[in-house]
């Protein structure tokens, strides 16, 4: 461990000091010291990042981007499985590792570089085996990463303590922390970390009802964390969004609610959600809303993204949104996924607009599968215009989205008949749009452009290219 006269200081400290001083503080350690203070936690961190005192039970974070989020929870992990020497025991011993995905398990809890192989000293550093998706410990202590896209992988383990990181953003939020609290139930104090920025979920507020009834809460901005960030960040990134509604979210962490005069509210959406594995009526159609990118993925501007949202009608008359697959990749990027959600809902057909881009769309959609249906529809009234009779069907209960869909839904509560709050896009909700006035043509109708391409199918509605 460091000497005392390391420890007596923090990181705060030895950042104020000229470069001069800094140097001569830190030649009195020996090397030893020195390579023990790399690892020394309680040195580095402001005070929000250590482990609160008292009987909670979940701890939650909610932070900004680069906040500190992600070595606080991995830092925890590691106070609770290491011991004073690399066999000795520590507090838990069977933790449960959960992500938005298993790619950010890996990626970000694991293998980032926040994660917990980086922050580790080489004789506690735990053994990670991918294909087992465990962490295992010199002292025997073991890990399992979990994601949030399969809640059933945590029906039936049992585990001591937990970490779950981004929670605000998981697909299937309720079923996943229902099925992690069920086995959350070995030793005597099981406990949890929650990481995440702040979406007002119902999950989310439900954790601040029980402040102080077995939830602590730490709040912490982008701000917060500013000596470890690049200057360029502050200069460029967080300058373009603060004081807009997506920097107040995502950079000062604030719990935003809906919008006042929002087509959509969060109420109306979770009134009618249906639980993922709830069983679903057999659909008499399905298809792919897809609203191309305005300009290609890098274009550094709010319309690079394509919005990509599957629908279903039931046989039911009901629509149901199954999934958002929407992306800021390139063409190809983007065609693959959606013809990857075409297959996997075995849909019916694509539902294109061809206002951005033209022939370009099926040409791309065409070198990912020839003899796809696609439709192709172009805007000529305003989002809005198209987006009212879409919302009067959430109105008048007649759509369900299944399981929660975070960015699409926060894109749909900021949405207003003046257009989107702020300087967000809506790409998402376009792609909803589109697929569901494609599902419900009595309350909208897509203007086809038929005689765009050669190929249209015999015996195909107009606007439906074979």
């Known amino acids: ?144 990463l979990y ?33 992690l609290q069920f086995g959350l139930r070995l030793g005597h104090d099981p406990r949890q970390i929650v990481t995440t920025t702040p979406r007002p979920i119902a999950i989310i507020r439900e954790f601040l009802g029980k402040e102080g009834h077995g939830v602590v809460l730490t709040r912490g901005s982008t701000y917060d964390n500013r000596a470890n960030l690049a200057q360029n960040y502050f200069n460029t990134i967080v300058r373009s969004y603060e004081g807009t509604r997506l920097g107040r979210q995502e950079i000062n962490a604030e719990l935003l609610d809906d919008v006042a005069g929002a087509l959509w509210t969060r109420s109306l959406l979770d009134q009618h959600r249906i639980a993922r594995g709830t069983p679903l009526p057999r659909f008499d159609r399905v298809v792919v809303g897809i609203d191309p990118a305005a300009r290609p993925s890098g274009a550094g501007d709010k319309t690079s993204e394509t919005g990509i949202v599957v629908c279903g009608l039931g046989e039911d008359g009901r629509g149901y949104v199954l999934d958002d697959l929407s992306n800021r990749q390139g063409p190809m990027g983007w065609a693959q996924k959606a013809v990857a959600g075409f297959d996997l809902y075995e849909a019916d057909a694509l539902v294109v607009e061809i206002n951005q881009g033209g022939a370009m769309v099926e040409t791309v959609l065409r070198a990912v599968r020839g003899g796809l249906p696609i439709r192709a529809v172009r805007a000529t009234r305003g989002k809005t215009v198209r987006a009212e009779p879409i919302a009067a069907l959430y109105a008048q209960g007649r759509v369900s989205h299944v399981g929660a869909l975070p960015t699409l839904e926060d894109q749909m509560v900021q949405f207003t008949p003046f257009g989107i709050e702020g300087d967000g896009a809506a790409d998402r909700v376009d792609a909803l749009v589109w697929a569901l006035a494609d599902l419900f043509p009595r309350m909208i109708r897509p203007v086809p452009d038929a005689a765009m391409w050669d190929d249209e199918r015999d015996g195909a509605p107009s606007g439906w290219l074979g």
């Open 1 to 144: 461990m460091p000497s005392n006269s390391a420890t007596k200081w923090n990181a705060s400290f030895l950042a104020s000091l000229t470069p001069e001083r800094r140097a001569e503080f830190l030649s009195q350690l020996t090397p030893r010291e020195l390579k023990s203070l790399r690892f020394d936690w309680a040195f580095w961190s402001r005070p929000e990042q250590l482990e609160p005192p008292g009987g909670w039970h979940t701890w939650l974070i909610l932070a900004g981007r680069g906040a500190g989020k992600t070595r606080t929870g991995a830092e925890w992990v590691r106070a609770c499985v290491c011991g004073p020497t690399p066999l000795s025991a520590g507090r838990y011993s069977r933790f449960a590792l959960v992500a938005e995905t298993a790619a950010d398990a890996r990626d970000v809890i694991v293998e980032g570089p926040s994660g917990l192989l980086a922050i580790h000293p080489r004789g506690f550093r735990p053994k990670f085996e991918p294909s087992k998706r465990r962490l295992t410990w010199p002292n025997g202590a073991v890990a399992m």
């Open 147 to 179: 994601n949030a896209t399969e809640p059933d992988q945590l029906r039936g383990p049992q585990h001591d303590a937990a970490w779950c990181d981004e929670l605000a953003k998981w697909r299937y939020a309720r079923e996943t922390w229902d099925m």
